[in-house]
């Protein structure tokens, strides 16, 4: 059975930084990506950042580059979210998910129950 668990959310004020964490158990796939999404109140949920274990592709929204950086330790199957120069737009719910490709939404087999991010202006 897979388990997703994600931490490390929180508020923070705005220009402010949080690392989210996601550690899968019961998975293991060497070419489906982990990656990280988000869904704010009344929103549809869109992709922040995926990574392939290899580390070979990596994806962003456009929203969050330059800001965000994602990171994994794969013989852990954990994938970190580094998360700086937050602004207030970045308030949603973020899902962990693993088992897809880039940050296509639909392809994702597997996802946490989310960790809430809110940042104050």
């Known amino acids: 059975q897979v388990q997703l668990v994600e931490s490390g959310g929180g508020s923070v004020q705005a220009g402010g930084s949080l690392r989210l964490s996601c550690a899968a158990s019961?998975?293991?796939?060497?070419?489906?990506?982990m990656g990280w999404f988000r869904q704010a109140p009344g929103k549809e949920r869109e992709g922040v950042a995926s990574?392939?274990?290899?580390?070979?592709?990596?994806s962003y929204g456009n929203s969050v580059k330059g800001r965000f950086t994602i990171s994994q330790v794969s013989a852990k199957n954990t994938v970190f979210l580094q998360m700086n120069i937050l602004q207030p737009e970045d308030t949603a719910m973020y899902y962990c998910?693993?088992?897809?490709?880039?940050?296509?939404?639909?392809?994702?087999?597997?996802w946490g129950q989310g960790t809430q991010v809110t940042v104050s202006s």
């Open positions: 990574i392939t274990p290899s580390g070979r592709s990596i």
């Open positions: 998910a693993a088992g897809g490709v880039q940050l296509l939404r639909g392809t994702f087999a597997y």
């Open positions: 019961g998975y293991r796939d060497s070419s489906k990506a």
